[in-house]
C-alpha cells in the first residue's frame, strides 16, 4: 500500500526565485525521493547569438542573467581573444578583476538576503538589502548602471577607473569592512538560525567530487576548487588569493546549509581584501583596450578563425564559454555553461531524509541562477533529445490544437 | 540564547526609516488624479536618487553631425537603430534599446550622447518620446 | 442575577453580540494596521498606513471567490463562517475595557479554552476540504502545533486558578473573580516569580496560536505557498482575515485579564461616563503593549522554526518553565496564612 504523496514544488513556487520543477515523494513529513526537472525558462539566446556579430554577442551574453552580469561577458571574452590572440593589456586586466569583485560582494549579499527570507526571517533580509545599496551605487558610478555593466569589450574595457574615482572605493571598502561585522553576527551567531542550518543539507565530500559541483557548494564540503587559484588567469596571478574553506572560521567542514554560509560571508571579505591589492598594484597610465576604434575590431574578428574556451569564477561557481568563429560575420557556434548546471543533481543527495521545511533553504543554500541554465531535455522511453526552437514551438502549436478539440 | 537580531530591530525602531519615498510616501488612491495634480502643481513628486556622472540613461541625438556611416546600426545588439536612406540620418527606437551605448563609443562624430533621463514609462511602444529622430534643441 | 423578561433578554443577547462584534473586528483590524506598521519601522522602511487592513479586507470581499475542483465544497464554504464566529463568542466572555463581560455568569475560563480551540480547527477542516497537497501538509502541521501548545496553555490557567481558590472562594475559573482579585497583591516573593514565569509562557504561547513567526509553520509563505489558505480567495479569505484579526483582541485581552486586570479610575477617584471612558482607553493602552511584545517584536525578532523544533519547544522549555511556576506559587502558598485550609 503506498503510504506516501507526492508534493511538487515549481516550476512556480515562493521558494524559488526562478523556475525549476521538484517531485517529491513524501511520507508524513521526510522525503522519501525526489525528482528535478530543469529547464523551465529556455530563451534560445544561443541561437540568437549565432545570429549577431561577436560586438553584440557580447551585450546579449551580459543579459544572461541579472546576478551575475559580469560573468559571462568575462569568459566569453576571454574565449574570443584567445582565438583572434590579442593580449590585454594591463591595467584593463586589473580593472576587470576590480569590476568582477565587486560583482561578487553584490551578489553574495543578495544571496544573503535571500536565504534569510527563505527561513522566514525578514528583518535580515531587508538589513542585508539595505547594505547592499552601497555597492550598487558605487557600481552605478563606475560603470554608468546599476546592474548591466556593459564594463568589457574584445581586448579590454571600454571604462577607465581613473584616480579621482579611487575615494569613493576606497569609501566603499571601509562601508563594509565595518558592517559585515553586523551581518556575520546576525546570521552566523542567532540561535534560531543556527537552529534551522546547522547539520541540514549535507553534502559530503565524496558526493561533492563524484557531482561535480561547483563554486561555494562544493567549497563548503571541503573541496578545493575556485577557478581564479587553479589557472591564475587575468590578473589573479598576481594578487594574493587563496581557496575558501569553513574551517577558516569554524574549525571544521561539515558540509551543510551553515558552512555554505560561512563560505560566502568570507568570499566577500577576500573581494574586498583583492579590490584594495588591485587598487595598490593598477598601473596609473596605459592602455585600457587593445583596440580603441570599433569598425577595426569588428574587421579583425570577421577573419579569425578557431575555437576557444573561456572560463571565470563567477559568484556561483565556474561557467564555461566556447565560441567557435570560421572566418565569417557570424560565429558558427557559441555555447554556455553555467554553473548552476552542475550545482542541480546534487540537491538529491542533500535532500533526501530532510523535511519538507527543509526544500525552501537547502534549495537556495546553492544559490540557484536558472537564468544562466537554459537547456530542455526531454526523456522519452529513455532516450534524451535536445529540442531546438522550431520543435518547441511545433509542440505548442499542436497542444493548443488539442485543448481547443476538447 | 542569543537572538542577535533583536537589539538592532529596537535601536531601528527610533531611526529614519531607509527607504526613499519617491513618487510619494503611501499609494494614492487614483493614480490618474496624482498625475494631474502633480501636472497643475498641487502636489510635488518627491525626487528620485540623484544619479551619477556617465549614467547611461536616454539617448540624445545630434542630427546636424551626422554622416550617414551606419556604424551605429550595425553594432546595436538589439536593432534599434533604423537608417533613413533618403536622407541618409538615423532613427532609434528608444522601446527597443538596451542602454549598452556601444553606439555611443563607435560614431566617428560624436553624433550621440547619453543624458540621464531614466523615467521613459509610456503605455505606446511608438510613441513620440520613445523615437529619436531629431535634434535635440 | 436579575431575572428578566424573554424579550429583554433576547435584546442583550443581540445587541450584546453585534456590538461585541463591531467592537472586535474594528479594533483587530486597528490593531493589526499598528503591528505592521512598527514592525515595519523596526526593519527600517516606511510601512503600509494604519488604515491599510481596512482596505485589505474591503479589497478582499469584492474578489472573486473560487472553490477548486477536488474541494468539498459545502465544508469549504463553512469553514471559515464557523472560525469567525467562535471568534466573536468568546468575546462575550471576556471582559473588556474595564467592564465585567458581557455573560460573565453564563461561561468562564474553561469555556473560553474550548472556544479556542474552534477556530483553529476550523481552519484544519478548510484546509483538509481544499483538496490540494500544500493545503494538507499545512492542516497537518496545524493540529500538531495546536496539539503541543494546549500543555502550557492548561498549566498557566490552572495554576492560576489554584493560587487563586486559596485566596477566594465560589467560582476560581469565573472571569469576574479573577478580574476582581489581582493576584499580585496577594503573593509573595515566590509567587511573584512564579507569576513572571507564567506571564512568559502565556506570551510565548500568543504566537502560537495566532500562527505568527516563529510557530507559523502551518502558514509558512516560503515552504508550502500559504498551507491552509492556499486556496482560499474572496469572501472566504477575508472572513479568516478577520477571523486572525479578532483573535489577536481575545488573546490580548486574555493576558489582560489573567495578568494585569488593573483600573484606572480608581486611582484617578473618577466616577460615572468619566471613569469607564478612562477605563477604555486605558485597555486600549494595555493592549497595545502587550500586542507589540507578544507579536510583533517576536515576529521581526527570529526565523520560522521547524515542525519537530515547534514541538520540542512546547513540550519540553516551556512546560518546564510552567511546571516551575507553578511550584512556585504552591509554595508561595504555603508560606502564606491560607482561608479555611
Same mark, same amino acid.
Given at each position: 500500500?503506498?503510504?506516501?504523496y507526492?508534493?511538487?514544488?515549481g516550476?512556480?513556487?515562493?521558494?524559488?526565485k526562478e =523556475?525549476?520543477?521538484?517531485e517529491?515523494?513524501?511520507?508524513?513529513?521526510k522525503?522519501?525521493?525526489?525528482?528535478?526537472?530543469?529547464?523551465?525558462?529556455?530563451r534560445g539566446?544561443?541561437?540568437?547569438?549565432?545570429?549577431?556579430?561577436p560586438i553584440?554577442i557580447?551585450?546579449l551574453?551580459?543579459?544572461?542573467?541579472?546576478?551575475c552580469?559580469?560573468?559571462?561577458?568575462?569568459a566569453?571574452?576571454?574565449?574570443?581573444?584567445?582565438?583572434?590572440?590579442?593580449e590585454? =593589456?594591463?591595467?584593463?586586466?586589473y580593472?576587470?578583476?576590480i569590476?568582477?569583485?565587486?560583482?561578487?560582494?553584490?551578489s553574495?549579499?543578495l544571496w544573503?538576503?535571500?536565504a534569510?527570507?527563505?527561513v522566514?526571517?525578514?528583518?535580515?533580509?531587508?538589513?542585508?538589502?539595505r547594505l547592499?545599496e552601497?555597492?550598487?551605487?558605487?557600481?552605478e558610478?563606475l560603470t554608468?548602471?546599476?546592474?548591466t555593466k556593459?564594463?568589457?569589450t574584445?581586448?579590454?574595457?571600454?571604462r577607465?577607473?581613473t584616480?579621482?574615482?579611487?575615494p569613493?572605493i576606497e569609501?566603499?571598502?571601509?562601508y563594509?569592512?565595518?558592517n559585515?561585522g553586523?551581518?556575520?553576527h546576525?546570521?552566523?551567531?542567532?540561535?534560531?538560525?543556527?537552529?534551522r542550518?546547522?547539520?541540514?543539507?549535507?553534502?559530503?565530500k565524496d558526493?561533492?567530487?563524484?557531482?561535480?559541483?561547483?563554486?561555494p557548494?562544493?567549497r563548503?564540503?571541503?573541496?578545493k576548487?575556485?577557478?581564479?587559484?587553479?589557472?591564475?588567469?587575468?590578473?589573479?596571478?598576481?594578487?594574493?588569493i587563496d581557496?575558501?574553506?569553513?574551517?577558516?572560521?569554524?574549525?571544521?567542514?561539515?558540509?551543510?546549509v551553515y558552512?555554505?554560509i560561512?563560505?560566502?560571508?568570507l568570499?566577500?571579505?577576500?573581494s574586498?581584501?583583492?579590490?584594495?591589492q588591485?587598487?595598490d598594484?593598477?598601473p596609473?597610465?596605459?592602455?585600457?583596450?587593445v583596440?580603441e576604434?570599433?569598425p577595426?575590431l569588428?574587421a579583425?574578428?570577421?577573419?579569425?578563425?578557431?575555437?576557444g574556451?573561456?572560463?571565470?569564477?563567477?559568484?556561483?561557481?565556474e561557467?564555461?564559454h566556447?565560441?567557435?568563429?570560421?572566418g565569417?560575420?557570424?560565429?558558427?557556434?557559441?555555447?554556455?555553461r553555467? *554553473?548552476?548546471y552542475?550545482?542541480?543533481? =546534487?540537491?538529491?543527495?542533500?535532500?533526501l531524509?530532510?523535511?519538507?521545511?527543509?526544500? =525552501?533553504?537547502?534549495?537556495?543554500?546553492?544559490? *540557484?541562477?536558472?537564468s544562466?541554465?537554459?537547456?530542455v531535455?526531454?526523456?522519452?522511453n529513455?532516450k534524451?533529445n535536445?529540442?531546438?526552437?522550431e520543435d518547441?514551438?511545433r509542440l505548442?502549436v499542436?497542444?493548443?490544437?488539442?485543448l481547443?478539440?476538447k | 540564547m542569543r537572538?542577535?537580531?533583536v537589539?538592532?530591530?529596537?535601536?531601528?525602531l527610533?531611526?529614519k526609516?531607509?527607504t526613499n519615498k519617491?513618487?510619494?510616501?503611501?499609494?494614492p488612491?487614483?493614480t490618474k488624479?496624482?498625475?494631474?495634480?502633480v501636472?497643475k502643481g498641487k502636489?510635488k513628486?518627491?525626487?528620485?536618487?540623484?544619479?551619477?556622472?556617465?549614467?547611461?540613461g536616454?539617448?540624445?541625438y545630434?542630427?546636424?553631425?551626422?554622416?550617414?556611416?551606419q556604424l551605429?546600426?550595425?553594432?546595436c545588439?538589439s536593432?534599434?537603430i533604423e537608417?533613413?536612406?533618403?536622407e541618409k540620418?538615423?532613427r532609434i527606437?528608444i522601446s527597443r534599446?538596451?542602454?549598452?551605448?556601444?553606439?555611443?563609443d563607435?560614431?566617428?562624430?560624436?553624433?550621440?550622447?547619453?543624458?540621464?533621463?531614466?523615467?521613459?514609462?509610456?503605455?505606446?511602444k511608438?510613441?513620440?518620446?520613445l523615437i529619436r529622430?531629431e535634434?535635440?534643441? | 442575577?436579575?431575572f428578566?423578561?424573554?424579550s #429583554?433578554?433576547?435584546?442583550?443577547i443581540?445587541?450584546?453580540?453585534?456590538?461585541?462584534a463591531?467592537?472586535?473586528?474594528?479594533?483587530?483590524?486597528?490593531f493589526?494596521g499598528?503591528?505592521?506598521?512598527?514592525?515595519?519601522?523596526?526593519q527600517?522602511r516606511v510601512?503600509?498606513p494604519i488604515?491599510?487592513p481596512f482596505?485589505?479586507?474591503?479589497?478582499?470581499?469584492?474578489?472573486?471567490?473560487?472553490?477548486p475542483?477536488?474541494?468539498?465544497?459545502?465544508?469549504?464554504?463553512?469553514?471559515?463562517i464557523?472560525?469567525l464566529i467562535?471568534t466573536?463568542?468568546?468575546?462575550?466572555?471576556l471582559?473588556?475595557g474595564?467592564?465585567?463581560?458581557?455573560?460573565?455568569?453564563?461561561?468562564?475560563l474553561?469555556?473560553?479554552?474550548?472556544?479556542?480551540?474552534?477556530?483553529?480547527?476550523?481552519?484544519?477542516v478548510?484546509?483538509f476540504?481544499?483538496g490540494?497537497?500544500?493545503?494538507?501538509?499545512?492542516?497537518?502541521?496545524?493540529m500538531?502545533?495546536?496539539?503541543s501548545y #494546549?500543555?502550557?496553555?492548561a498549566?498557566?490557567?490552572?495554576?492560576?486558578?489554584w493560587?487563586?481558590?486559596s485566596?477566594?472562594g465560589?467560582?476560581?475559573?469565573?472571569?469576574?473573580t479573577i478580574?476582581?482579585?489581582?493576584?499580585?497583591?496577594?503573593?509573595?516573593?515566590l509567587?511573584?516569580?512564579?507569576?513572571i514565569?507564567l506571564?512568559?509562557?502565556l506570551?510565548l504561547?500568543?504566537?502560537?496560536?495566532?500562527?505568527?513567526?516563529p510557530?507559523d509553520?502551518?502558514?509558512? #509563505?516560503? #515552504?508550502?505557498a500559504g498551507?491552509?489558505l492556499?486556496e482560499?480567495s474572496?469572501?472566504n479569505l477575508?472572513l479568516?482575515?478577520?477571523?486572525?484579526?479578532?483573535?489577536?483582541?481575545?488573546m490580548?485581552?486574555?493576558?489582560?485579564a489573567?495578568?494585569?486586570?488593573y483600573?484606572?479610575?480608581p486611582l484617578?477617584?473618577?466616577?460615572?461616563y468619566l471613569?469607564s471612558t478612562?477605563?477604555i482607553?486605558?485597555?486600549?493602552?494595555?493592549?497595545f503593549?502587550v500586542?507589540?511584545?507578544?507579536?510583533t517584536l517576536?515576529?521581526v525578532?527570529?526565523?520560522?522554526?521547524?515542525?519537530?523544533?515547534?514541538v520540542?519547544?512546547?513540550w519540553i522549555?516551556l512546560t518546564?518553565?510552567?511546571?516551575i511556576?507553578?511550584v512556585?506559587l504552591?509554595m508561595?502558598?504555603?508560606?502564606?496564612?491560607?482561608l479555611g485550609?
Open positions: 500500500m503506498k503510504t506516501t507526492t508534493l511538487p514544488i516550476p512556480i513556487h515562493p521558494a524559488l =523556475p525549476v520543477m521538484f517529491f515523494e513524501i511520507d508524513g513529513e522525503i522519501v525521493n525526489v525528482d528535478v526537472k530543469a529547464g523551465q525558462v529556455h539566446i544561443e541561437w540568437i547569438g549565432t545570429q549577431r556579430n553584440q557580447l551585450y551574453a551580459e543579459r544572461i542573467c541579472g546576478i552580469n559580469i560573468s559571462h561577458p568575462f566569453y571574452c576571454r574565449a574570443v581573444e584567445y582565438i583572434a590572440d590579442v590585454v =593589456p594591463e591595467k584593463a586586466e580593472i576587470r578583476v569590476i568582477a569583485e565587486l560583482e561578487r560582494i553584490h553574495h549579499i544573503a538576503g535571500v534569510a527570507h527563505e522566514g526571517f525578514d528583518s535580515v533580509l531587508y538589513l542585508s538589502w547592499r552601497n555597492v550598487m551605487d558605487l557600481i558610478y554608468g548602471n546599476r546592474v556593459a564594463m568589457f574584445i581586448g579590454g574595457v571600454r577607465d577607473i584616480k579621482d574615482q579611487y569613493k569609501n566603499t571598502i571601509k563594509y569592512r565595518e559585515m553586523k551581518l556575520k546576525v546570521f552566523l551567531d542567532d540561535k534560531t538560525f543556527k537552529l542550518c546547522r547539520d541540514c543539507g549535507i553534502l559530503t558526493n561533492a567530487l563524484k557531482l561535480c559541483a561547483v563554486g557548494t562544493t563548503a564540503s571541503g573541496v576548487k575556485d577557478v581564479r587559484v587553479d589557472q591564475a588567469y587575468s590578473a589573479y596571478g598576481d594578487l594574493d581557496y575558501i574553506t569553513p574551517d577558516i572560521l569554524t574549525g571544521e567542514v561539515k558540509g551543510d558552512d555554505r560561512v563560505v560566502r560571508l568570499e566577500v571579505e577576500q574586498l581584501d583583492l579590490i584594495e588591485c587598487l598594484r593598477m596609473t597610465s596605459g592602455n585600457i583596450a583596440e576604434k570599433i577595426k569588428l579583425t574578428l570577421k577573419k579569425v578563425e578557431g575555437e574556451i573561456g572560463r571565470h569564477e563567477a559568484p556561483r561557481g561557467v564555461i566556447y565560441v567557435k568563429l570560421t565569417e560575420e557570424h560565429p558558427y557556434t557559441w555555447k554556455v553555467a *554553473p548552476t552542475n550545482n542541480i543533481l =546534487p540537491w538529491i543527495p542533500m535532500l531524509g530532510e523535511q519538507i521545511a527543509d526544500i =525552501p533553504i537547502v534549495a537556495a543554500s546553492t544559490d *540557484p541562477c536558472l544562466c541554465t537554459n537547456r531535455a526531454i526523456v522519452e529513455g534524451k535536445i529540442l531546438t526552437g518547441l514551438h505548442s499542436e497542444k493548443t490544437r488539442r481547443m478539440r | 537572538f542577535s537580531m537589539p538592532e530591530l529596537l535601536k531601528q527610533f531611526k526609516p531607509f519617491f513618487p510619494a510616501k503611501y499609494a488612491p487614483s488624479e496624482f498625475l494631474e495634480a501636472k502636489i513628486i518627491v525626487p528620485p536618487v540623484e544619479t551619477p556622472p556617465g549614467f547611461r536616454k539617448i540624445n545630434d542630427r546636424e553631425k551626422c554622416i550617414g556611416c551605429c546600426v550595425k553594432v545588439p536593432q534599434a537608417f533613413k536612406p533618403e540620418k538615423i527606437y534599446c538596451t542602454f549598452c551605448a556601444q553606439c555611443t563607435v560614431c566617428p562624430v560624436n553624433a550621440l550622447s547619453m543624458s540621464d533621463e531614466f523615467l521613459l514609462a509610456n503605455e505606446d511608438l510613441a513620440k518620446e529622430e535634434k535635440v534643441a | 442575577m436579575s428578566l423578561s424573554l #429583554e433578554w433576547g435584546f442583550k443581540v445587541i450584546g453580540t453585534l456590538l461585541a463591531a467592537f472586535g473586528i474594528i479594533l483587530g483590524l486597528v493589526k499598528i503591528d505592521r506598521k512598527i514592525a515595519a519601522h523596526m527600517a510601512g503600509p488604515r491599510q482596505r485589505d479586507v474591503a479589497k478582499l470581499f469584492i474578489k472573486e471567490n473560487i472553490v475542483e477536488n474541494a468539498i465544497p459545502w465544508l469549504f464554504n463553512l469553514a471559515p464557523v472560525g467562535a466573536i463568542s468568546i468575546l462575550l466572555y471582559p473588556i474595564g467592564l465585567n463581560p458581557l455573560f460573565g455568569d453564563k461561561g468562564d474553561i469555556l473560553i479554552l474550548y472556544l479556542l480551540i474552534i477556530p483553529s480547527l476550523a481552519m484544519v478548510g484546509g476540504a481544499s490540494s497537497p500544500y493545503a494538507t501538509v499545512g492542516a497537518q502541521r496545524e500538531i502545533v495546536m496539539m #494546549e500543555f502550557p496553555l498549566i498557566t490557567i490552572i495554576a492560576i486558578a493560587r487563586l481558590s485566596i477566594v465560589g467560582n476560581v475559573f469565573s472571569l469576574a478580574v476582581a482579585n489581582p493576584l499580585w497583591n496577594n503573593v509573595g516573593l509567587g511573584f516569580i512564579g507569576l514565569l506571564l512568559i509562557v506570551v504561547v500568543t504566537p502560537g496560536e495566532l500562527s505568527k513567526i510557530f509553520v502551518p502558514e509558512a #509563505e516560503t #515552504e508550502i498551507g491552509l492556499v482560499y474572496g469572501r477575508a479568516f482575515y478577520l477571523t486572525d484579526a479578532v483573535k489577536t483582541v481575545v490580548g485581552s486574555l493576558i489582560i489573567l495578568f494585569f486586570p483600573n484606572l479610575s484617578l477617584g473618577l466616577n460615572g471613569a478612562v477605563d482607553l486605558f485597555y486600549l493602552l494595555k493592549l503593549i500586542i507589540i511584545f507578544s507579536v517576536i515576529r525578532g527570529v526565523a520560522r522554526l521547524k515542525i519537530d523544533q515547534v520540542y519547544t512546547y522549555p518546564l518553565v510552567g511546571l511556576g507553578l512556585l504552591m508561595d502558598a504555603r508560606a502564606f496564612i491560607p485550609w
